[in-house]
Structures are given as structure tokens and as C-alpha cells.
């Protein structure tokens, strides 16, 4: 789990706010700044982010407004990787979920809550 809160600062964005084209620069932004990103705890299978898989963004909600701050959250799909017993190979596996965020408006700065997803239960049959 990502036990610390996680901090960027977005710029691009912020002048497009209040506008449809808004989503879109977020996330790119976001895509510039994904190792950043609080998937790691998101993980659930005790590996890491693929760094070859860049992750998708999704469905921004923006559900409180306050002053010069926003909080939301959007969906994102990424791809884990686990180690295997070959040195060179992964077992990679894709997963989604959603990641909870506070904006400040004036700085562009985004605090990431800390986000898991459950732990997978694999089917008897599955391997």
C-alpha cells in the first residue's frame, strides 16, 4: 500500500479549466508524470508498475469545488508485473481501479490519495 501522500504539479491544464478540453490536458499531464503516480500501491499481486505499459486515464469526476481547490478522482487501467523464476521474464497482468486527488487551481499542485485495490483471488482451474 502507498502509505505517503503523492504530490505533481500540473500547468498545462489549469488554463483550460471550467472547459471541455480540460480532461484531456489533465491527462496528459498525468501521462508525462506517470512514475509519479500512486500505482504502485495500487499493485496487488506484489509486483510493480510496468514502465513499458504506460498507464490509460478515464472518467474524471470532480465531485467537490471549494475556493481555489477541486477534488475528484478517474479511472485508470495499468499494467503490474511480477517477477518470475527466469531472471528476464515478467508475468504481467492489467489492472483498474480509481485514484482519489485534491487540486489546488492557483499552483496546479495535485495531492494523490492513497489508493489499493483488493487482493486477487485466483481461480483453482486459472494456472
Same mark, same amino acid.
Given at each position: 500500500?502507498?502509505?505517503?501522500?503523492?504530490?505533481?504539479?500540473?500547468?498545462?491544464?489549469? #488554463?483550460?479549466? +471550467?472547459?471541455?478540453?480540460?480532461?484531456?490536458?489533465?491527462?496528459?499531464?498525468? *501521462?508525462?508524470? =506517470? $512514475?509519479?503516480? /500512486?500505482?504502485?500501491?495500487?499493485?496487488?499481486?506484489?509486483?510493480?508498475?510496468?514502465?513499458?505499459?504506460?498507464?490509460?486515464?478515464?472518467?474524471?469526476?470532480?465531485?467537490?469545488?471549494?475556493?481555489? #481547490?477541486?477534488? +475528484?478522482?478517474?479511472?485508470?487501467?495499468?499494467?503490474?508485473?511480477?517477477?518470475? *523464476?527466469?531472471? =528476464? $521474464?515478467?508475468? /504481467?497482468?492489467?489492472?483498474?481501479?480509481?485514484?482519489?486527488?485534491?487540486?489546488?487551481?492557483?499552483?496546479?499542485?495535485?495531492?494523490?490519495?492513497?489508493?489499493?485495490?483488493?487482493?486477487?483471488?485466483?481461480?483453482?482451474?486459472?494456472?
Amino acid at each position: 500500500m502507498h502509505d505517503q501522500p503523492t504530490y505533481i504539479t500540473v500547468t498545462k491544464c489549469l #488554463s483550460h479549466w +471550467g472547459t471541455s478540453k480540460f480532461e484531456e490536458v489533465f491527462f496528459a499531464e498525468l *501521462s508525462e508524470q =506517470d $512514475q509519479k503516480l /500512486p500505482l504502485q500501491g495500487m499493485c496487488v499481486s506484489g509486483g510493480y508498475p510496468s514502465v513499458q505499459n504506460w498507464p490509460e486515464f478515464e472518467d474524471l469526476k470532480i465531485v467537490k469545488h471549494y475556493g481555489n #481547490s477541486v477534488s +475528484g478522482n478517474f479511472a485508470v487501467s495499468f499494467t503490474e508485473e511480477m517477477n518470475t *523464476s527466469c531472471r =528476464d $521474464q515478467t508475468f /504481467p497482468e492489467r489492472l483498474s481501479g480509481r485514484i482519489s486527488f485534491s487540486m489546488t487551481l492557483t499552483t496546479g499542485e495535485v495531492e494523490f490519495e492513497s489508493t489499493a485495490l483488493e487482493k486477487r483471488e485466483y481461480e483453482k482451474d486459472e494456472f
